[in-house]
């Protein structure tokens, strides 16, 4: 108990340290914005201290700062273009901010339940990766719901092609009627189009947004086809009966390889989970081994185990098609 109120005590001091340096570095911020808005004309129509009321003094300086490192880091580009394939609806300094957060305070937690003092330190760690890792599963179930809405789309696409539309028609139709994700993408590539980009780029760039294989060979053909001549509508026919006919293949080794992922995963969480228990049910047990050459063989055997698990997702996932 001892233990738990001083956690308590020393995350509330943190969490009030930084929240006077936040405020600290907003104040100074707000005053570097009302000199930039004394200009000549219209000095009087913006409310400095209302915007910032707004807004929020504290939440505003935390994002600067997150933005900053965000910056500084030079991971600001990619971490946009991870976040926008995983369709969320926040910016990068908002995303870092709310996992610092939620990394924080699951450590805390996770410290405050076991009574180890390292376990805040091992959460925050973890906290980059296990981000990474969520932006990356939520992009693969997109892009997966993608693929699987790509050949009917592409059936649809044939047949208005068949009734007289022109192409981005027939696109435009499909962007308002589709499901998401497929009529975001597309509503994107029609918007795309209006700027001045040609429509087989605007594809081209939905190709590399999704990640799509199939997605990519349809964009070559229709730009040969475009160079070449022909039928689009038989073109666009013929693309949907592959795709089709490669998903169901796909589908089948997902089936066949699901046996291996499952095992994949609970080999490598048994360990953990029974860890966790034992350390839950009889607290002082594990303690020979959180201390010395203890901590050693746990760092290997946490190395073998991820090891393992990796080797076998990567002879399931080495099933291409």
């Known amino acids: 108990m001892n233990t738990t109120v001083l956690v308590g005590a020393l995350g509330l001091a943190g969490l009030g340290l930084l929240g006077a340096g936040w405020m600290t570095r907003v104040r100074s911020r707000e005053v570097r914005l009302a000199e930039l808005l004394q200009l000549p004309y219209g000095e009087q129509d913006v409310d400095v201290a209302r915007v910032a009321a707004e807004y929020g003094t504290v939440v505003t300086g935390t994002l600067g700062l997150a933005e900053r490192a965000i910056k500084q880091a030079g991971s600001a580009t990619s971490l946009r273009t991870r976040i926008e394939r995983a369709d969320l609806s926040v910016r990068p300094s908002e995303l870092v901010v709310i996992a610092a957060c939620l990394g924080f305070a699951v450590g805390l937690a996770a410290t405050a339940w076991t009574g180890r003092w390292w376990a805040v330190v091992l959460v925050v760690l973890i906290t980059p990766a296990a981000t990474s890792k969520l ?120 089936v066949l390889t699901a046996e291996g992922r499952i095992s994949a995963w609970i080999l490598g969480l048994m360990p953990v989970a029974l860890f966790l228990v034992v350390e839950s049910v009889n607290p002082g047990y594990l303690d020979p081994m959180l201390q010395g050459w203890g901590l050693v063989f746990l760092a290997l055997t946490a190395l073998s185990m991820a090891a393992g698990v990796a080797i076998i997702l990567k002879l399931v996932r080495s099933v291409e098609l």
């Not at 992009?139 to 059936?155: D, I, T």
């Not at 696409?157 to 998401?180: D, M, N, P, V």
């Not at 730009?223 to 006919?245: C, P, S």
């Open 135 to 254: 932006l990356d599963l939520l992009a693969s179930r997109r892009n997966k719901r993608f693929a699987q809405q790509l050949p009917e789309a592409l059936v649809l696409i044939s047949s208005s092609l068949s009734a007289g539309h022109t192409f981005l028609r027939s696109i435009q139709l499909l962007a308002t009627e589709a499901e998401s994700p497929l009529s975001d993408e597309l509503r994107r590539v029609v918007s795309e189009t209006q700027l001045g980009t040609s429509l087989v780029d605007s594809l081209e760039h939905l190709s590399t947004r999704v990640r799509n294989r199939d997605l990519e060979w349809m964009v070559q053909a229709i730009r040969i086809q475009q160079q070449t001549g022909g039928h689009l509508t038989d073109l666009m026919a013929t693309l949907a009966e592959v795709i089709r006919g490669r998903e169901e293949v796909r589908r089948e080794i997902s």
